[in-house]
């Protein structure tokens, strides 16, 4: 039988000007510092709050999936494809899910956002106003959480959930060291750098990552309880 190919979602034009009702939250930090344990927790807070809101994770897209292992894994990218594929992941993701949900009133929960490519491909040597011409199309986050560890905490955390580390989180590719530890820490320094910058340009909140899971997750439902009109984006259940 002849298959039907589904259509896609039709994508927002990227140049209307947004409306966007919605909310935008960003987590932010190195590997392993704990962003997605509080970015989880900050979900199912505000789901059983009955808020409607949506969590979307860096490298994620189904289209770009494929492209980005295969690349990864025959080490054939270069700093500016590599870059490319993040950014058309994030693109495809921004507009089949961020922007809608957006403008239709979501708080949208993203797991990383434009700050990773920001540091970590201009750590790869890529232009840094080349790259935010590439995600010029992305909003600003209303707020974006910074999960501040030290280098040894994060890779203490990383190696408590699997034994070794991944080629390209300790930027193997960069060849800054042939010892996997040693590049980990030059190449998460660098970003560490990069992202301190980008704290005081955007205005991220700071968190101490080295605290207790529950202290920060407190500090965080505080935090975004504290700017935010939060009554907006409850789901009104409908009438019988
Ligand atoms: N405050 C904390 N104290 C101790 N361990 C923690 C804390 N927060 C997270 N962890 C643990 O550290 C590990 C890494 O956490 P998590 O996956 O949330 O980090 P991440 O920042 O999302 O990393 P990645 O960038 O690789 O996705 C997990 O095993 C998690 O349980
Ligand atoms: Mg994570």
Same mark, same amino acid.
């Given at each position: 039988?002849?298959? /039907? ?46 808020y ?13 999936k ?13 700093? /500016? /494809? ?8 994030? +693109? ?11 403008? +239709? ?13 920001? +540091? ?25 959480f ?40 030059i ?12 704290a ?8 101490? +990552? ?21 009554a ?9």
């Amino acid at each position: 039988m002849k298959q /039907t190919l589904r259509k896609p979602i039709e994508p927002e034009d990227p140049r209307k000007p947004a409306l966007a009702p919605g909310l935008l939250i960003a987590v932010e930090g190195l590997d392993g510092s704990g962003k997605s344990t509080q970015l989880y927790l900050l979900k199912r807070w505000l789901e059983l709050e009955n808020y409607r809101v949506f969590l979307t994770e860096w490298n994620s897209s189904e289209m770009v999936k494929n492209a980005t292992k295969k690349g990864k894994k025959s080490q054939l990218l270069t700093p /500016t /494809t590599f870059s490319l594929i993040h950014s058309t992941d994030f +693109a495809d993701r921004y507009e089949r899910q961020i922007q809608p949900l957006l403008r +239709a009133g979501y708080i949208v929960l993203a797991d990383r956002y434009i700050f990773t490519a920001f +540091a970590r491909d201009s750590v790869r040597q890529c232009d840094q106003q080349w790259l935010r011409n590439l995600y010029s199309f992305a909003k600003v986050p209303d707020m974006t959480f910074f999960f501040n560890v030290p280098l040894q905490t994060a890779l203490d955390r990383i190696l408590s959930g699997r034994p070794k580390l991944k080629f390209h989180e300790a930027g193997m590719d960069l060849n800054l060291s042939p010892d996997p530890y040693e590049s980990f820490r030059i190449f998460q320094g660098r970003i560490h750098k990069q992202y301190l910058q980008l704290a005081k340009e955007y205005k991220f909140e700071m968190i101490d +990552a080295t605290q207790s899971i529950e202290d920060q997750q407190q500090y965080v439902r505080n935090l975004v309880s504290e700017r935010v009109d939060l009554a907006q984006y409850k789901i009104h259940k409908g009438r019988n």
